[in-house]
């Protein structure tokens, strides 16, 4: 190998002989440059200087990971494989002789180690915040089955894996093939969760069981490894029996001194306000001194970061907050340079056919198929059915980011060679891929909601019993959505059954939570319980005021926002409700102003639109001034079709409640006057009952079309309290020909929307039905 001075950050080269070289840096080393038009003669240029380098480097992976990452994201490839891709490309472009001057010149000899020291610091934060995240507690409460499939797959795994090495012994690297067997023998929780949070299924029932089976797997991996290494790079048995010892002492005593540190900060903070920066950057820095602790224990760098991790409580307000600051840095900006990194030191140039390298394949070969039969074995011996066992078994053998890790840290100690730091580098990129296009092909989350059967409020029978699912996000839903609940007005010839489901969002934590909160007693432990407590009482008091005829039970879930309709429409599913309660995005004040606008709000909203298994309601507040007159005026907008019957069995259900006054205003085509007499024979049964009831006032208003629609709504939203419309999604009619084109907001529908704008100054609350779509 020759070098050329002019293509290194050195001074001199001087060759030692065959194989070695010495080399000469400037000290102080050249950190910055003088610019391009600097002094020539100080040397200090900026390809000769290590900092514009280094960031002339981050600029060109950071454009190629993004060009990869559009070209991937349409095939459904995982995220870290267009940065391997990225890699690829700059390590082929070596070998371009019209490039290699360039590449060089962009990446001169010496820079390499540079880089990959700096990007690692990406891999340990990455750690560090899945530690963070991973709420260690749950191993004691994981089911039977989390720990039937993770043990199962790991015990088959590794001692089929150990096959060839016993049929074929002369062909076995002894290091080389123990690397390969545990590096793809084990399963990483945070590999599983990014590769759950890719797919959007971590809120799953699947998801949560892979999440659960794949903590454990890593808890007893991590024991594995840590044993495995240290009997490799320790031959001494002594010696080896004190690293273990230590491994085992520094795993006791960090969260032992650490925990009560985290959680007299928490303690300390006062509540809804943030923690102080100071604690943050303390906890930042004792992630690099325990890893250099974890160093002088002959241990990896990252096991301090990852230790420390699980000593910080989950969750709000400090786990999110170290999540927050951290995820940038680390998981978008350093994270992709040490993969990218990583496959620049791969060497590709070897011979496929050889011994080792079919020998190792083989290896990984019957490692997965092991890891993959015993996973679907044994969850289908846990009664799951056959395509979500076999989906299971595919998720818990993904690899990613940390098996890369690992392998460089390998690579590092001089415990497996270049083929097969290659051949590891490989694999991982093709099964990752195998798996998440499987995956995708083969799990639909949303597939249990088709096929189910009809459930609104038109087709219950008459006095039974009402489900309503309500959805609270923030706390200024609680009050509309029992007030709607009285309009309701359940008794006990018409009970209501309540369902609250407190909606959370996901923040400094991986597992999806959900929480029954009529078992709190045995819940107790979750910390998330207490962001309920509001939620609990106000519907308990609803419960006390309306005896005999209410039912409530009350639930907190804890996900990411994008899934959390996976949620609503579950629960909706299992406790048979005929109609969920939504909220509207955004919060009108009396005066027009908007007082709250949430997009994660409205995603929900529509999501569970889509997919809800049953009648769905948005409820559209402003901030309403306390009102004089006890009676509450109920209008309803009835032009015909399925939501608008939806909306007259709700207006059914309030005539019986003497503290209300309806009027259905029944909007008809002007020129069909002469059908009308036809028009009320076919009229709806539920219609005829809601017209002759007592404290109800009907009202047929004849339009020509939407132009006048809007001039009768606009004169009359100013004399009623509350509005029931039907969104009528997809239904085309004379009534709105044109409001449809001035709709803001879709999930409201066109009538909805209108009487929702925030140019009415009024105090009126609406809400929009839509009847369960077909799937």
Not at 233 to 251: E, G, K
Not at 416 to 445: E, H, R
Request: a negative charge; one cysteine or more; hydrophobic letters at 45%.
């Amino acid at each position: 190998m020759n070098f050329n001075v002019n293509e290194t950050l050195f001074r001199t080269i001087t060759q030692y002989n065959d194989t070695s070289y010495t080399v000469c840096y400037v000290a102080p080393p050249r950190t910055v440059s003088d610019g391009i038009w600097g002094d020539p003669n100080s040397g200090r240029t900026p390809l000769k200087s290590f900092f514009p380098i280094f960031q002339l480097q981050i600029l060109i992976i950071f454009a190629l990971t993004q060009i990869c990452r559009c070209i991937t994201k349409p095939l459904g490839l995982p995220v870290f494989i267009s940065q391997t891709m990225a890699g690829l490309i700059l390590a082929g472009s070596f070998e371009l002789a019209p490039l290699q001057n360039y590449m060089k010149m962009l990446f001169p000899f010496g820079s390499h180690d540079i880089i990959s020291s700096i990007s690692s610091i990406g891999l340990v934060f990455f750690i560090f915040i899945n530690g963070v995240q991973m709420d260690f507690s749950i191993i004691t409460r994981t089911g039977n089955k989390a720990w039937a499939i993770s043990m199962t797959g790991l015990v088959a795994s590794i001692l089929l894996g150990l096959t060839p090495i016993a049929f074929f012994p002369n062909k076995a690297h002894i290091t080389d093939t123990y690397v390969t067997l545990a590096l793809h023998s084990l399963t990483s929780f945070p590999v599983v969760a990014s590769f759950l949070n890719e797919l959007k299924i971590q809120n799953s029932e699947l998801g949560r069981l892979a999440l659960s089976s794949a903590l454990v797997s890593d808890v007893l991996t991590t024991i594995v490894a840590s044993i495995g290494v240290a009997a490799m790079t320790t031959p001494n048995v002594r010696v080896m029996a004190t690293d273990l010892l230590s491994l085992f002492l520094f795993v006791l005593f960090v969260p032992i001194i650490f925990r009560p540190m985290m959680l007299w900060i928490i303690k300390h903070t006062p509540e809804g306000r943030p923690v102080n920066d100071g604690y943050i950057y303390v906890i930042i820095s004792m992630v690099f001194v325990l890893g250099k602790v974890s160093v002088e224990l002959n241990h990896e760098f990252v096991l301090g970061a990852f230790i420390l991790g699980l000593s910080v409580p989950e969750g709000p307000p400090l786990g999110s907050a170290l999540v927050k600051k951290l995820q940038f840095f680390s998981n978008t900006f350093l994270l992709p340079i040490f993969v990218t990194t990583a496959m620049l030191r791969a060497d590709f140039k070897m011979d496929y056919s050889s011994s080792t390298v079919l020998f190792n394949g083989l290896v990984i070969l019957i490692t997965h198929l092991a890891k993959i039969m015993g996973c679907f074995l044994s969850a289908l011996f846990c009664h799951m059915p056959v395509i979500d066992a076999f989906t299971l078994a595919l998720i818990m053998n993904t690899k990613g980011i940390v098996e890369i890790g690992s392998l460089c840290a390998f690579y590092d100690n001089n415990l497996i060679d270049s083929k097969t730091y290659a051949m590891i580098m490989i694999s991982v990129m093709v099964i990752a891929s195998i798996m998440q296009l499987s995956i995708k092909f083969l799990y639909d989350p949303s597939r249990k909601y088709a096929g189910y059967q009809k459930r609104n409020i038109i087709s219950l029978r008459p006095n039974s019993v009402l489900r309503i699912l309500v959805a609270i996000y923030k706390p200024n839903h609680i009050t509309p959505s029992i007030d709607f609940l009285d309009i309701c007005h359940p008794t006990t010839e018409q009970p209501i059954t309540v369902d609250a489901l407190h909606l959370i969002d996901l923040v400094g934590r991986v597992l999806p939570v959900f929480i029954t909160n009529g078992l709190q007693k045995q819940t107790s432990s979750i910390g998330p319980c207490r962001y309920s407590d509001n939620v609990i009482l106000a519907f308990d008091m609803f419960r006390h005021d309306n005896p005999n005829a209410t039912s409530v039970f009350t639930y907190t879930a804890i996900s990411p926002p994008d899934l959390m309709y996976e949620n609503v429409c579950t629960l909706a599913l299992d406790k048979v409700a005929s109609m969920i309660i939504l909220h509207f995005h955004q919060r009108w004040s009396s005066d027009g102003g908007v007082e709250s606008d949430d997009k994660n709000l409205r995603l929900l909203n529509c999501k569970v639109l889509e997919t809800a298994p049953c009648t769905v309601g948005i409820l559209v507040t402003r901030a309403s001034q306390p009102r004089k007159d006890p009676c509450t005026k109920l209008a309803i907008i009835y032009l015909g079709g399925a939501d608008d019957e939806e909306v007259l069995c709700l207006a059914k259900r309030a005539t019986v409640n003497p503290n209300i006054s309806i009027v259905v205003y029944h909007l008809v085509v002007k020129h069909q006057i002469p059908e009308l007499e036809d028009l009320m024979v076919m009229e709806h049964e539920v219609l005829q009952e809601v017209k002759y009831a007592q404290n109800v006032k009907y009202e047929e208003v004849f339009v020509k079309g939407g132009s006048d629609t809007a001039v009768f709504l606009r004169d009359i939203v100013h004399a009623h309290d509350f509005f029931i419309v039907g969104r009528r999604h997809g239904i085309n009619d004379s009534q709105t020909t044109g409001l449809t084109d001035w709709s803001e907001f879709p999930e409201l529908g066109a009538i909805g929307d209108f009487l929702s704008s925030p140019d009415f100054k009024c105090d009126a609350s609406v809400l929009v039905v839509q009847q369960q779509l077909s799937h």
